[in-house]
């Protein structure tokens, strides 16, 4: 599949290795000091929502309680804390250290050698993405970015030159983590009263990608984004933190000039709502606008799993949810698009903290006259 492409840019993790005594961040990549100057960071009251993946799987009624908890994670957060998700420790812990050790451990040279890095009409590799100019401001980050399913539109000459071991620990990682997505998202259109067969139908068999994230220490920190402001582009995004370093803030819901931290929990994977599952949603669930910070003492590494629907289907709301003759049939409040033609467009624009969703949404009024949608 086609995704698009980035323009090339120089590894931050090689500059840092390069010049290891730096004091001033170059200039392309001060990024918040123009964007963000006005944000602020703040802790709130309530904690992002945990949810106990093992109290889901239990029989009714006592599944529901904590089914109640999905639903209203999704709605006021747009994303979740799962624990007790049924991944192996042991599959996590090899994940965790390998990522470190086999993959960001390599030299430039040997990335480019076994031909890792990103080609010029490609966004897969090490790189970084959704950069459209030369002139354009840079996160202080490395990524190795990777479809990993279906088997069908890998590209071999990434799998095939990644190390041995890790390439069997990606395969394992990457099948246990589509089971517990497939799972979630079934979960989720329960708690939205969606057709099973709909949501079946919609993601299962879906493309899966993969977003490994290296960030160096800054000595500018403040000044700097490691991951820009953006919503995902998946139907779930399940997120792995690496290193034992917080960096990840949501925007707060509240309030557009601050930002909500969020603390890792132990052996619990971070759930997003992605852009896809906000539109078959019908805008019931909402994607959660995040950026990623940096520090000036250590480095950080985190690995996000996207689920998406298959890249052959239309994307737009359930129709479960937009029957006209059904108790909760409302208009539909996005318009429908080819899943390949979403991502391409996705793919092909700057991350400037808006939502890709905001292209498709049908305004108050069309909706309310029920706009006919082609």
Known sequence: MDLGESLPVPSVQELVAKEPEMKQVPQRYLRRFQQHENDEVVAVSDQVPVIDFNALQQQQPHSDHELNNLHHACKNWGLFHVVNHGISNSLVKKMKSQVGEQLFSMELSEKKEKKLWQEADDIEGFGQMFVMSEEQKLDWADAFFLVTRPHRVRKSRLFNNLPPSFRETVEEYSDELEKLAMKLIKLIGKALNIDEEETKDMFEGGMQSMRMN?????????????????????????????????????????????????????????????????????????????????????????????????????????????????????????????????????????????????????????????????
């Open 214 to 374: 290296y960030f160096p220490p800054c000595p500018n920190p403040e000044l700097v984004d490691g991951l820009s402001p953006h919503s995902d582009a998946s139907g779930l995004t399940i997120l792995l933190q690496v290193t034992d370093i917080d960096a990840l803030q949501i925007k707060n819901r509240n309030d557009d000039n601050s930002w909500i931290p969020v603390k890792a929990l132990p052996d619990a994977f971070i759930v997003f709502i992605g852009d896809c599952l906000e539109i078959f949603s019908n805008g019931i669930y909402k994607s959660n606008l995040h950026k990623a910070s940096v520090n000036s003492k250590s480095e950080r590494i985190s690995i996000a799993t996207f689920l998406h629907p298959k890249v052959d289907n239309v994307l737009g709301p359930a129709k479960s949810l937009t029957r006209p003759e059904t108790e909760i049939g409302t208009p539909p409040c996005f318009r429908t698009i080819g899943v390949q033609d979403f991502y391409k467009s996705f793919f092909k624009r700057e991350l400037l903290g808006t939502s890709q969703v905001d292209t498709l949404r049908i305004d108050e009024e069309a909706a309310n006259g029920h706009e006919k949608i082609n």
